[in-house]
């Protein structure tokens, strides 16, 4: 079998695999590092008191859940997702955190929005763009429901740089790659942002890049590798004795204080022209 993107497909898996997802993604929001680099961007939108933002690829809310909180957001915020699970888990998070007055969560093809053109001061991909099926369809479709003068903002991975530490230098690489090609429909998409972004009418403001690393002990990536090794397997992209040998490695790694691993994540602001 090849490699399936478990978030590009994720309408075909059973109840167990989407909760792990949701959990994945509950506890990456929690992380602090990757929370800050959500706020780095936050900071530097331009948000008028009646603001409508609309998140593609919400998956469970935790990124439009950030927003509301914040007390300098007084807007209505949209979130599409094409999974249902997702979209059902969105609305109990925001009731639970009592912020789903201004949250409205749908079901919807980031392809194909449901929305008319120019409705939206803010369009935002929060680490959507890796996933779907064809990048460019979907930058059309974000800069078609941006109003002239809004702002697309596109954050996500470069899966190419997605490494773990492993003394085998050589199945660690491989590993890396395996991950990176198992978990992301597009691991390098972020490097075709500056040439895609301009056939849209969109125009860089602002890009910049951050690494989440973790040396010593492991949160965010020990839930990534739990999270996605099992569809490396399930890709059969390599042996699965030696995957979870490697698995069990960076288990001990965490436990002993000898773990490292590291990806750079990227952000890109672009005005609607
Ligand atoms: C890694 S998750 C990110 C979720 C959320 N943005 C966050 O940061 O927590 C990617 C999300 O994109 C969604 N997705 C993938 N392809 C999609 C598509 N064509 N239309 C709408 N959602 C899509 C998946 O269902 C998943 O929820």
């Known amino acids: 079998m090849s490699a399936r993107d478990p978030h590009r497909f994720v309408n075909e898996l059973d ?22 680099l959500l706020d780095n961007y936050v900071v530097r939108l331009v948000l008028p008191p009646t603001a409508r933002v609309l998140e593609v690829g919400c998956g469970t809310g935790a990124m439009l859940r950030s927003l509301a909180r914040r007390e300098d957001f007084t807007g209505k915020a949209f979130g599409v997702d094409q999974c249902s699970h997702f979209i059902d888990a969105a609305n109990k998070f925001a009731r639970a955190e009592n912020v789903s007055d201004q949250l409205v969560f749908q079901v919807g093809d980031a392809h194909k929005l449901d929305f008319p053109a120019a409705s939206f001061d803010v369009v935002i991909a929060h680490t959507l763009i890796s996933h779907v099926t064809e990048p460019a369809a979907v930058l059309k479709e974000m800069a078609r429901v941006v109003r002239l003068g809004g702002t697309v903002v596109i954050f996500d991975g470069d899966y190419a740089s997605l490494t773990y530490g492993f003394p085998d230098h050589g199945f660690g690489h491989q590993m890396d790659m395996a991950l990176a090609n198992a978990t992301f429909n597009n691991p390098r998409i972020m490097r075709d942002l500056p040439r895609l972004l301009p056939e849209f009418g969109l125009t860089l403001t602002a890009a910049w890049g951050d690494a989440v690393v973790e040396i010593g002990k492991g949160s965010y990536f020990k839930s990534f590798a739990e999270t996605y090794v099992p569809y490396v397997k399930r890709a059969g992209l390599l042996p699965a004795q030696a995957v979870d040998v490697w698995l069990d490695e960076q288990r001990e790694a965490m436990k002993n204080g000898t773990f490292f691993a590291a990806c750079n994540y990227y952000t890109f602001l672009a005005r609607r022209t």
């Open 15 to 36: 109840e167990v695999a989407i909760n792990n997802l949701i959990a994945r993604l509950e506890s990456r929001a929690q992380d602090d590092v990757f929370a800050c």
